[in-house]
């Protein structure tokens, strides 16, 4: 389920592909159903500024607490995705709110150092699925958005998941040009 990628930023990526369960494709749309184990996660929140905006506010504050800025000075490495988890309006637009998740690396899930900006929070979260669908590219709010409703599409009413948010994730640092992965799940109800 981890895997290793050499980073040159920080060394090492700790990626979390999950457990395929199954892979399919519907008009033109592949997915795939992953679960995912449980663990603790850097979070940080930052609401009244736009996605794009947001995401990268928040992931820049969780790089540096990862790279050292915690009460143990560590520089941890990294993990991947970082999953930004946005909440659709009813027109499909995302509201200006964004939760950005990243997850701590296994060497340190035991006993995490203390985020030295009050606004990081750690977090235990539970195991989920989701259905996960994968793009390539510099992600913006609006590929995020067209890859969601083409998924919610596809899955249609067979499949139950949450509505009210999905998580945007991506796995490359930003000096990376080509071959970028980025992946939009949506959490399956239990």
Same mark, same amino acid.
């Given at each position: ?60 504050? %969780? ?7 915690? $009460?143990?000075? +560590?520089?941890? !490495?990294?993990?991947? *995705? ?72 596809? %899955? ?7 509505? $009210?948010?999905? +998580?945007?994730? !991506?796995?490359?640092? *930003? ?16």
């Amino acid at each position: 389920m981890f895997g290793m990628i050499k980073n040159s930023l920080f060394g090492g990526t700790e990626t979390n592909c999950g457990r395929v369960q199954r892979a399919e494709e519907r008009d033109g749309v592949a997915f795939e159903e992953r679960v995912y184990d449980g663990g603790q996660y850097a979070t940080v929140e930052v609401t009244g500024k736009p996605f794009d905006e947001a995401s990268n506010e928040a992931v820049l504050q %969780l790089l540096k607490y990862v790279g050292g800025s915690n $009460d143990k000075g +560590l520089g941890m !490495g990294m993990t991947a *995705p970082v999953s930004i988890t946005a909440y659709p309006q009813e027109d499909g637009s995302l509201q200006p709110r964004v939760t950005v998740l990243l997850r701590i690396p296994s060497q340190y899930q035991a006993n995490p150092p203390n985020p030295t900006e009050e606004n990081i929070r750690i977090e235990e979260r539970e195991g989920l699925t989701v259905y996960s669908t994968q793009f390539g590219g510099y992600a913006k709010e609006a590929d995020y958005v067209v890859h969601a409703a083409k998924l919610m599409s596809v %899955l249609g009413d067979e499949a139950t998941f949450h509505r $009210d948010f999905y +998580l945007c994730n !991506g796995y490359d640092p *930003p000096m990376k040009p080509y071959g970028r992965r980025n992946e939009v799940w949506l959490v399956k109800k239990d």
